[in-house]
Structure formats: structure tokens, C-alpha cells
């Protein structure tokens, strides 16, 4: 069954240090996936997916299928990088449904 | 992006009693999803709602217990039917767009 894991429940760095946010995924066919974040007060929102290659808010993604890994990094983090970030694996083509971790908790401190 | 509202926002029911939470959107899309988030948990989906026809369920959820409605392009109903605490969670709709999804903000709901 397809699964997305994320080892670490909480993750508490010091502002301008790297962070990297594990996620693990099992699928059988070629995966879509993607990192949500849920900062304080406000809806579930999309940061970013695999398949664009792209950094948003200094954030990027690397798909290593050998590991089957989607690890989130940023290389200085910032107090407002503070939220809950969630790893997402699409199923299947077209249809939308997301299969989602447990997410990290990531604080980052002044 | 689309703009999804939620009603109620947060309740506390009684068990045994059920609560009905919508879901509306700023413009017609085909299909809705409903999620379940429990405390410490990850989002699970509970079932798509597709206008014009039933809702698709997924594996250990039924409709008599989470009955949907769907009776437009730009609405959606879930309903928590006979609630137990096991059923105190946050209840998300959400949208796809763009090859992405959008959220609403979410109905915590709270069974004593």
C-alpha cells in the first residue's frame, strides 16, 4: 500500500541554521509528490512539488528514487519557516487523491 | 487559487448525535474531498464527492456514518453521523485545481 512516513514529530532549530525535514514514501508506480505547510491560524497550503524543480521561500525538494526520499531543505532557516509541514504522495494520474504523513512540526527559534 | 469556506468552524456535540459540516467554493469544480485529520494524526481521506452521483468512499469509511451530499458544482455536505469520541477530529473539504489541491480551513469537531 502506498505510505508516505515522517520520522521526526518535531523539529526545533536556531534562525539561520539548515534544516532538512525527512519524508520517506512506498509506491508501487512513478510517484508525484509534494510538501504542504499549515503555519499558525491558517489553512493547509501548498509549498511546493516535485515535478516543478523549484525553491519557494528559499525551500527545495530533491525526488531520490533509489531512497525513496523527498527530504524538504533550506540551508538558513527563518522564525517565520515556523509550521507544520506535511509530505504528500499523489496516486495515480489526473485523479487528485493525496496520501499524506503524519508531518513535522518545525520551530525554528531567535 | 480557489477560495473554500467551511461551516461551522469548530462544535462540540454529544454522542450519539450527528453534525452536518458544508463546504462551500468560489467557483464550480467536478470533484470535492473530504479529509479526516484525528488528534496526532495524518490527514486521511474519507471520500469524493462528485456532482451527479454518489460519493466515493474510501477503505474503512461507509457511507451511513459519514452520509455526503453533493447537489451542485460549488457545494458540498458531510455529515458525522451517531458521533462517538472517536470521531472528535478535524474535517477538511478540499479542491483540486491546477494539479494542486486547496483546503478549506477546516471544521474541529469535538464528540464528549
Known amino acids: 500500500a502506498q505510505r508516505v512516513t515522517q520520522p521526526e514529530k518535531l523539529l526545533s532549530v536556531f534562525k539561520g541554521a539548515p534544516v532538512e525535514l525527512k519524508c520517506n514514501y512506498s509506491?508501487?508506480?512513478?510517484?508525484?509528490l509534494f510538501w504542504y505547510v499549515q503555519y499558525s491560524r491558517q489553512r493547509l497550503q501548498l509549498l511546493l512539488r516535485?515535478?516543478s524543480r523549484e525553491s519557494i521561500k528559499g525551500f527545495t525538494a530533491d525526488l531520490n528514487k533509489g531512497e525513496t526520499s523527498f527530504h524538504l531543505k533550506k540551508p538558513f532557516a527563518q522564525e517565520e519557516d515556523s509550521a507544520m509541514y506535511y509530505c504528500?504522495?499523489?496516486?495515480?494520474?489526473?485523479?487528485?487523491?493525496?496520501?499524506f504523513g503524519t508531518g513535522t512540526r518545525l520551530l525554528v527559534s531567535p | 487559487s480557489a477560495v473554500i469556506s467551511q461551516k461551522p468552524s469548530r462544535d462540540i456535540c454529544q454522542r450519539g448525535t450527528s453534525l452536518t459540516i458544508q463546504c462551500q467554493v468560489d467557483?464550480?469544480?467536478?470533484?470535492m474531498f473530504w479529509y479526516r485529520q484525528q488528534p496526532g494524526q495524518s490527514l486521511t481521506l474519507i471520500a469524493t464527492?462528485?456532482?451527479?452521483?454518489?460519493?466515493?468512499?474510501e477503505s474503512g469509511f461507509v457511507i451511513d456514518k459519514f452520509p455526503i451530499s453533493r447537489p451542485n458544482l460549488t457545494f458540498s455536505t458531510l455529515t458525522v453521523s451517531n458521533m462517538s469520541p472517536e470521531d472528535s477530529s478535524i474535517y477538511l473539504c478540499?479542491?483540486?485545481?491546477?494539479?494542486?489541491?486547496?483546503f478549506g480551513p477546516g471544521t474541529r469537531l469535538t464528540v464528549l
Open positions: 504528500a504522495l499523489k496516486e495515480g494520474t489526473g485523479f487528485q487523491k493525496l496520501v
Open positions: 478540499s479542491v483540486p485545481r491546477y494539479n494542486e489541491q486547496f
Open positions: 467557483s464550480q469544480v467536478t470533484m
Open positions: 464527492a462528485n456532482q451527479g452521483s454518489e460519493a466515493t468512499y
Open positions: 516535485h515535478i
Open positions: 509506491y508501487s508506480g512513478s510517484p508525484e
